[in-house]
């Protein structure tokens, strides 16, 4: 299931709110784009994690990409482990990505922040 972009996201909405434009522009020239989010955003204040499912699945659909995957890690909890990373890793060496869209190493939600070391050491650790 190889892609030019993986697009990876701590909340089902992460991907929406930072980098759609992005992604809709490289999909418009033929490129192909997959998303993961790595929580149901279970702890968001607005709606329910079941919501977010639906919401996220028609936006993918809408979007165009490839595939959308979530990894169920825990809202509001995400952790540097060796479980997470290789949860990411297999993800990455699945789909082979060209171009790999993470979360911003400093924001104000604390999962980004920490999610985005995890991706980044996934993304090396995914070459060997
Ligand atoms: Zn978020």
């Not at 972009?5 to 809709?24: F, K, M, Q, R």
């Not at 998303?35 to 993918?60: I, K, P, Q």
């Not at 952790?79 to 699945?94: G, V």
Request: glycine letters at 8%.
């Amino acid at each position: 299931m190889k892609v030019d972009i993986l697009a990876i996201g701590v909340h089902p909405d992460d991907v929406e709110l930072s980098c759609s434009g992005t992604l809709l522009r490289h999909i418009d020239q033929g490129k192909t784009v997959g998303l993961l989010d790595l929580t149901r955003g279970e702890l968001g204040s607005r709606g329910s994690a079941e919501l977010r499912d639906v919401e996220a699945a028609n936006s993918a659909l809408k979007m165009g990409s490839i595939f959308r995957k979530n990894l169920c890690m825990a809202d509001g909890f995400i952790q540097y482990s060796q479980e997470n990373l290789l949860k990411i890793i297999e993800i990455i060496r699945w789909c082979q990505p060209e171009i790999v869209l993470c979360n911003a190493p400093d924001d104000r939600h604390p999962d980004h922040g920490r999610s985005s070391k995890l991706e980044a050491d996934a993304c090396f650790y995914a070459g060997f």
